[in-house]
């Protein structure tokens, strides 16, 4: 057995991801799926990707497939806005 340390981590690395989903939303999302972000343009989340890069130590790609936003984004139904209120 070797003492030596492993030059490649068992993990990979974060990446953040910019594209758009099937809808045309401008989408941010991490490969962890712990972050997602939806923008109004190109630039604003090439901008807030950027950001989030240089703080998590990721690399940025622009997504080659349509993303799947993780939260959705259509209206509240009632029954859902009811029972916050109920809550």
Do not use: T
């Amino acid at each position: 057995m070797s003492s030596e340390p492993n030059p490649e981590p068992d993990e990979h690395g974060l990446v953040i991801y910019v594209g758009q989903d099937k809808a045309g939303h401008w989408l941010v999302q991490d490969n962890g799926k712990k972050l997602e972000g939806r923008f109004v343009s190109r630039s604003a989340a090439l901008s807030f990707a950027r950001g989030e890069c240089q703080i998590y130590h990721a690399s940025l790609e622009i997504a080659a497939m349509p993303l799947v936003p993780m939260i959705p984004f259509g209206p509240i139904a009632a029954a859902d806005y009811a029972l916050a209120l109920a809550a």
